[in-house]
């Protein structure tokens, strides 16, 4: 079946580094790529998503970038603050949402 | 809005109770999923419905696991009986149809079987 592999599952950052996860899908019918954010003990909330017809998205100081030839999209957080600090989900929709495992970010005052 | 509400937020029951989880997705949306969330596992979908129809319950994991949705406004999750196994949190998520690409997510249940 479908699945979304994600990488790396944890990355602990200096703050105002940058920070990346990428992630990897199988089904070819994926046209739909969001992202979201899961505070402790919260609810995934999304933070940015991008479609299949475009190639890169940025929102301040987040972006995305989806290479749909090799199956790959990936997270780019720049000038990270300790508020990043989260377990991220990637994500990849064909006939479903499926989620990646998650990676969580911890980033260093 | 108030979002998509979710009762219990916390649930603790013995091993063999049955459990029910609620569901109120945000008015207007068509479609809801159920998702289960535990450290081993991740977020994993379970069934999701469209206008009120169960499409796909591939994510089920067996028979002790139902789901239904009588109307727009509400839909349960029932485990009978409970496992220790199925502690986890529970989410709930609409979005307006299940072409649209967003959904929203409740605030979880989270369930200890003890």
Same mark, same amino acid.
């Given at each position: ?7 790396? %599952? ?7 580094? %940058?920070?990346?996860?990428? =992630? *990897? #899908? ?5 046209? #739909?790529?969001?992202? #979201? $954010? ?19 998205? $940025? ?9 749909? *030839?090799?199956?790959?999209? %990936?997270?780019?957080?720049?000038? *990270?603050?300790?508020?990043? %600090?989260?377990? #991220?989900? =990637?994500?990849? $929709?064909?006939? $479903?949402?499926?989620?990646? *495992? ?8 | 809005?108030?979002?998509? !509400? ?11 109770? /049955?459990?029910? @989880?609620?569901?109120?997705? !945000? ?17 994993? @979908? ?20 139902? &789901? ?24 709930? &998520? ?7 690409? /967003? ?12």
């Amino acid at each position: 079946g479908e699945n979304v592999e994600q990488h790396p %599952s944890t990355l602990s950052v200096q703050e105002g580094d %940058s920070a990346v996860i990428k =992630c *990897t #899908y199988s089904d070819s019918a994926s046209n #739909y790529f969001p992202w #979201y $954010k899961q505070e402790l003990g919260k609810r995934p909330q999304l933070i940015i998503d991008i479609r299949s017809n475009v190639g890169e998205k $940025k929102d301040q100081r987040i972006a995305v970038t989806l290479n749909k *030839t090799a199956k790959h999209f %990936s997270l780019h957080i720049t000038e *990270t603050q300790p508020e990043d %600090s989260a377990v #991220y989900f =990637c994500a990849a $929709k064909g006939d $479903k949402l499926i989620f990646g *495992t998650g990676t969580r970010l911890q980033v260093f005052p | 809005d108030a979002g998509v !509400i979710q009762s219990p937020r916390h649930e603790v029951t013995e091993m063999g109770q /049955e459990v029910t @989880l609620r569901c109120k997705p !945000i008015s207007g949306h068509n479609s809801l999923f159920w998702y289960r969330q535990t450290m081993m596992r991740g977020l994993e @979908l379970l069934i999701y419905f469209n206008n009120n129809v169960p499409i796909d319950d591939s994510g089920m994991p067996e028979d002790r696991f139902s &789901a239904k949705m009588p109307n727009a406004s509400f839909s349960t999750l029932k485990i009978q009986p409970s496992e220790p196994r199925d502690s986890a949190v529970y989410f709930c &998520a609409s979005s307006p149809t299940t072409s649209s690409r /967003e959904q929203y997510f409740g605030p979880g249940t989270r369930l200890t079987v003890t």
